[in-house]
């Protein structure tokens, strides 16, 4: 009995997917009369989006900048006793989605060509910036020196890119990680 209902209810509910609610004539479901012909002129083809340029980190700014370090006065004076150098990547505060770390590179090279600058060694340097890191949920200017020491840096450099308008702003601070003392700091600019 049971069995029986449900099989009518079934049929009702499934009777009633085939009413049209919205009235009107039901949808022709047999073949066309005339076949179905080609248009008269070939359908175009949707323009390429082309996406946007990739934002790239601007180097020639960052060289521009190790230019400016090695002219500087403050760092000549250190020149002849081949210090050790912690150079940390330029803090990206553009708001555009690119790495700091070429910008770094260029700057190693130009200053390691142009003087007896000696560089902390980048593994050991990662190792311990992600530890802190990880201890500390971010870097701040005390885990910044601590890390140069742990490095045997003897100076950092470091800095920070933003965005002005059309242009690019780099700047950059020499500190020595003995004393804390600030010992040179320059701002450069570029446009995009």
Not at 132 to 141: C, D, I, R
Not at 162 to 185: F, N, T, V
């Amino acid at each position: 009995m049971k069995l029986r209902s449900l099989l009518m209810v079934g049929a009702l509910l499934l009777g009633g997917c085939a009413v049209n609610p919205y009235g009107g004539a039901p949808a022709p479901v047999a073949e066309p009369s005339q076949p179905m012909s080609q248009p008269d002129q070939p359908v175009a083809e949707p323009e390429a989006v082309k996406p946007p340029p990739k934002a790239v980190a601007p180097t020639g700014l960052a060289v521009a900048m190790a230019d400016a370090f090695l002219k500087a006065p403050e760092v000549q004076a250190l020149a002849g006793s081949s210090p050790v150098l912690l150079l940390m990547a330029p803090q990206n505060g553009t708001g555009e989605p690119f790495s700091t770390q070429p910008m770094a590179v260029a700057m190693s090279q130009r200053i390691q060509a142009n003087s007896d600058f000696r560089f902390a060694d980048p593994g050991q340097v990662s190792a311990i910036t992600s530890q802190l890191e990880y201890q500390q949920g971010g870097m701040n200017p005390a885990s910044l020196v601590r890390l140069g020491r742990q490095t045997g840096a003897g100076y950092m450099l470091y800095g920070d890119l933003l965005s002005e308008g059309g242009r690019y702003r780099l700047a950059m601070s020499l500190m020595d990680l003995h004393s804390g003392e600030l010992l040179w700091s320059e701002s450069r600019t570029a446009s995009r």
